[in-house]
């Protein structure tokens, strides 16, 4: 029997582990089963003439928020030409609602219910007694399952049990690698959360399972070695059990060979032992941690179940973030119950003054089966019928306080995550708005009104775009927000930048002046820059130089900051870990310092 298992995934880096499951489960006793993945961008007729032309006895997809649409059009037109063909959906997006995507999508064979493993495994030897007996699959007796009997009325199936033991799992990174190359893997070491987030599908299971460690040690050491570069952990908690945490943390740390891993953590109960354990032995680079804060309001967390210490996860976040070795993500979500915007606001500023090198704005989802959308009525929620079931307001957050907060999570992206101006974000967040979230969002405002968030934008735009805004807001100090931006510009990229963006570009006589300068300081320059300001043709080949009103070597070094005329010589190329090589030279042609 041939059988096919797909998934649209949301982009082509990513990878279905819930599929690589199902068939290393099933394959023993089905060998001919193919794992097929598409991305949601991918044109419907070309999928649909792709899976008909592997002739496949059974097709199953895996459904989640992010392809459900795109899937249901698939799988109506693939019924249309192969009519005969049994059509099995799984996942977290039908699982909560079969009844709905049953009666409403009536090319659906079956929908299985939670964790798919042994399930899939004896429907599949249902329709393969049906192929062998001409008889229709006996689709009662698999547990799990919502399915159609002879007279089309949507049925259930008894309940399906959660695997106990999740070692009887076979690995579904045995063998099959290459097909993971130059994407995210997904990995596994547990299953279930412990918490009860009322936004969140997690809180739905109860419990929490766990491979073994030989089991998660073997297969990690499987994927390092075959060169994947980022394993993305998706337990829902990693920290829940010290002990087992650590262990993987130091076998990742004793074997990593430079492959990334994500974890998604609890920063507050992070315990103090292996937080220093982590800070003291984590390689630069090589883990990166997901903290949910969602939100700072006390109120809020009550309403949604959601049990966290603000403040110590501000002393994990800091002290991982002193370490300097481990990047961290940290997420909110607008739009929680009762969070107006201002609460928001609040929530917003408490987070940023962590500043995590990545925070992310998400807005609340009423995912199918949780606790929020059963209890929508309670604060006044209307979302999207659709997925992805976004919230359009409630009691507290008006549909237009949200497009607010999304022009605020606009420039954030574009400005902060993307680390693109770190100083000149930080003069301005600390010495210019009264608080970072005032400044995206007064910068967003401005961002929209112009009409840029309809057109594309170049690297310069981003600076050229900043300063039309803080011109417009008459900030004081503007020359020198604009040298830090000429700073920010030059140190960040790796090859000499053709096009400058400000005016006061320096003129040929100027920067021969300057090239004699710093040629005298050769004695405190790296010894790449050194070398190559020997020669005037070396120099001009791999040096740009701008004008700034300040010190910014000395106010780097030291904090303090002395104004003046002052040139800022950036060397090219960059040097791993150690960026761009920069002097600055005082414009009355002696030397600063
Ligand atoms: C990886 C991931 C992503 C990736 C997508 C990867 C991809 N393939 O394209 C990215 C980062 C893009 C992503 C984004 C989002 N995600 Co996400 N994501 C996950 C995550 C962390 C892991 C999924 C996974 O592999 N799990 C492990 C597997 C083994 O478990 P499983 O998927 O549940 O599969 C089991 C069963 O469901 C079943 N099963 C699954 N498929 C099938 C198919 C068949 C045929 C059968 C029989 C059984 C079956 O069997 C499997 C094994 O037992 C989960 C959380 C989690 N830890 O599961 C959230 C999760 C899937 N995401 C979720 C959400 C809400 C989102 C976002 C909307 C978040 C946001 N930004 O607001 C976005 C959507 C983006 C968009 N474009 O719309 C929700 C799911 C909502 C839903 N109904 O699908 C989850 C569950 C998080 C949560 N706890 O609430 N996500
Ligand atoms: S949000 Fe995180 S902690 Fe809360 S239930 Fe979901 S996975 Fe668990």
Same mark, same amino acid.
């Given at each position: 029997m041939k059988i096919v298992l797909s998934t649209l995934n949301a982009k082509f880096i990513h990878s279905s582990l819930a599929l690589r499951y199902l068939r290393s489960y099933a394959r023993p006793s089905f060998p001919q089963i193919e794992l097929v993945e598409y991305t949601i961008n991918d044109v419907t007729m070309n999928l649909v003439a792709d899976l008909y032309k592997r002739e496949p006895d059974v097709v199953a997809f895996s459904c989640y928020i992010w392809n459900i649409r795109e899937t249901l059009d698939v799988v109506r037109n693939l019924k249309k030409v192969r009519p005969d063909l049994p059509i099995i959906l799984g996942g977290p997006e039908v699982t909560y609602d079969a009844d709905h995507w049953m009666k409403k999508h009536p090319e659906i064979d079956v929908i299985v219910i939670g964790e798919g493993e042994q399930t899939i495994l004896e429907l599949l030897q249902a329709y393969q007694k049906a192929k062998e007996t001409g008889q229709p699959p006996a689709l009662r007796d698999v547990n799990g399952i919502a399915y159609r009997d002879e007279e089309g009325i949507v049925r259930f199936?008894?309940?399906?049990?959660?695997?106990?033991?999740?070692?009887?799992?076979?690995?579904?990174?045995? =063998? =099959?690698? =290459?097909?993971?190359?130059? %994407?995210?893997?997904?990995? $596994?070491?547990?299953?279930?959360?412990?918490?009860?987030?009322?936004?969140?599908?997690?809180?739905?299971?109860?419990?929490?399972?766990?491979?073994s460690l030989e089991r998660v040690k073997a297969d990690l050491l499987r994927l390092i070695n075959h060169g994947v570069k980022t394993i993305k952990f998706v337990d829902r908690t990693f920290n829940i059990n010290k002990k087992y945490a650590l262990e993987i943390f130091q076998f990742l740390i004793d074997n990593h060979r430079g492959t990334v891993f994500q974890f998604e953590i609890t920063a507050d109960i992070l315990r103090a032992d292996v937080l220093d354990f982590l800070t003291e032995n984590a390689p630069p680079g090589i883990f990166r941690f997901e903290i949910g804060v969602q939100s700072t309001?006390?109120?809020?967390?009550?309403?949604?179940?959601?049990?966290?210490? #603000?403040?110590?996860?501000?002393?994990?976040?800091?002290?991982?973030?002193?370490s300097g070795k481990i990047d961290q993500h940290l997420d909110l979500i607008a739009g929680l119950?009762?969070?107006?915007?201002?609460? #928001?606001?609040?929530? #917003?500023?408490?987070? #940023?003054?962590? %500043?995590?090198?990545?925070?992310?704005?998400?807005?609340?989802?009423?995912? %199918?089966?949780?606790g929020v959308r059963a209890r929508a009525a309670d604060h006044g929620y209307v979302y999207m019928?659709? @997925?992805?079931? $976004?919230?359009?307001?409630?009691?507290?957050?008006?549909?237009?306080?949200?497009?607010?907060?999304? %022009?605020?999570e606009d420039v954030l992206e574009k400005y902060w995550n993307d680390h693109r101006m770190d100083y000149t974000l930080e003069w301005l967040?600390?010495?210019?708005?009264?608080t970072p979230f005032d400044f995206f969002q007064s910068f967003g405002d401005y961002w929209e009104n112009q009409g840029w968030s309809r057109i594309g934008h170049q690297l310069e735009d981003l600076f050229t775009r900043l300063l039309s805004f803080l011109e417009f807001s008459g900030v004081e100090g503007l020359e020198h927000i604009l040298s830090l931006m000429k700073f920010d510009y030059l140190r960040n990229q790796k090859h000499r930048p053709r096009k400058l963006w400000w005016d006061d570009v320096l003129e040929k006589q100027e920067m021969q002046q300057v090239y004699g300068l710093v040629q005298q300081q050769a004695g405190?320059?790296?010894? =790449?820059? @050194?070398?190559?300001a020997a020669t005037q043709k070396d120099y001009f080949k791999h040096t740009l130089s701008a004008k700034v009103s300040f010190d910014i070597e000395k106010w780097i070094k030291t904090g303090e900051r002395i104004e003046g005329s002052y040139i800022l010589v950036l060397y090219y190329p960059y040097k791993d870990e150690q960026g761009n090589a920069f002097v600055v030279v005082e414009q009355d042609m002696s030397v600063a310092h």
């Open positions: 199936s008894m309940p399906r049990a959660q695997i106990e033991d999740l070692d009887s799992i076979p690995s579904p990174y045995e =063998d =099959d690698l =290459d097909e993971l190359n130059n %994407r995210v893997v997904y990995f $596994e070491a547990s299953r279930g959360c412990p918490f009860k987030c009322q936004y969140c599908l997690s809180s739905i299971e109860d419990g929490v399972r766990y491979f309001n006390d109120e809020t967390n009550r309403l949604v179940q959601r049990i966290q210490r #603000f403040d110590r996860l501000s002393r994990t976040v800091t002290q991982i973030k002193e119950p009762e969070e107006d915007y201002h609460s #928001f606001r609040k929530t #917003f500023n408490d987070v #940023f003054a962590l %500043r995590p090198e990545e925070l992310q704005l998400g807005f609340l989802k009423m995912l %199918r089966g949780t019928d659709e @997925a992805p079931y $976004e919230i359009l307001g409630n009691n507290v957050l008006s549909f237009a306080d949200m497009q607010k907060i999304k %022009r605020v967040l600390t010495h210019v708005f009264e405190r320059l790296r010894h =790449d820059f @050194a070398e190559h």
